[in-house]
């Protein structure tokens, strides 16, 4: 069992209450308001989970400048009024910066025993072994 700290435990629910109102607001048509405010729940509930020092070093890294730029330039754009174009931007910003986390999070769904066999139909293998040998260091 891994023990949590306070600013951990609220760090969990702002980023569960993040991706909560960014599901509900892309499901209400790209609701602007919804995904400002799942923006910044998202985003303040990560540095509470790993700390905002640990946060801002991984996010400004030398080599994270153009994923951070997309993501951060995503939400810049969502908080301005154009929701479509901003979640487009922050999605592939996400994909560049968390890529190097697909393969150890594939290797988990793998050992779940309903999702691992969904993984292993044959049209959805190939995508997933893509996904799962990258070589992307965090």
């Given at each position: 069992?891994?023990?949590?700290?306070?600013?951990?435990?609220?760090?969990?629910?702002?980023?569960?209450?993040?991706?909560?109102?960014?599901?509900?607001?892309?499901?209400?048509?790209?609701?602007?308001?919804?995904?400002?405010?799942?923006?910044?729940?998202?985003?303040?509930?990560?540095?509470?989970?790993?700390?905002?020092e640990?946060?801002?070093?991984?996010?400004?890294?030398?080599?994270?400048?153009?994923a951070?730029?997309f993501f951060?330039?995503?939400?810049?754009?969502?908080?301005?009024?154009?929701?479509i174009?901003?979640?487009?931007?922050?999605?592939y910003?996400?994909?560049?910066?968390?890529?190097?986390?697909?393969?150890?999070?594939?290797?988990?769904?793998?050992?779940?025993?309903?999702l691992?066999?969904?993984?292993?139909?044959?049209?959805?293998?190939?995508?997933?072994?893509?996904?799962?040998?990258?070589?992307?260091?965090?």
């Amino acid at each position: 069992m891994i023990s949590l700290t306070d600013s951990q435990k609220i760090g969990m629910g702002l980023t569960g209450f993040g991706v909560f109102f960014l599901f509900f607001g892309m499901m209400l048509f790209f609701d602007k308001a919804l995904l400002a405010i799942g923006n910044i729940l998202f985003v303040s509930g990560l540095s509470f989970i790993i700390g905002l020092e640990r946060t801002l070093r991984f996010f400004f890294q030398r080599h994270k400048v153009k994923a951070t730029s997309f993501f951060l330039g995503g939400v810049f754009v969502v908080l301005i009024g154009w929701p479509i174009i901003g979640i487009i931007l922050e999605i592939y910003g996400f994909f560049l910066l968390f890529r190097g986390f697909f393969p150890v999070a594939v290797g988990f769904i793998r050992r779940v025993p309903v999702l691992g066999s969904l993984l292993s139909l044959p049209w959805i293998r190939s995508l997933v072994d893509k996904i799962g040998e990258s070589n992307t260091m965090v």
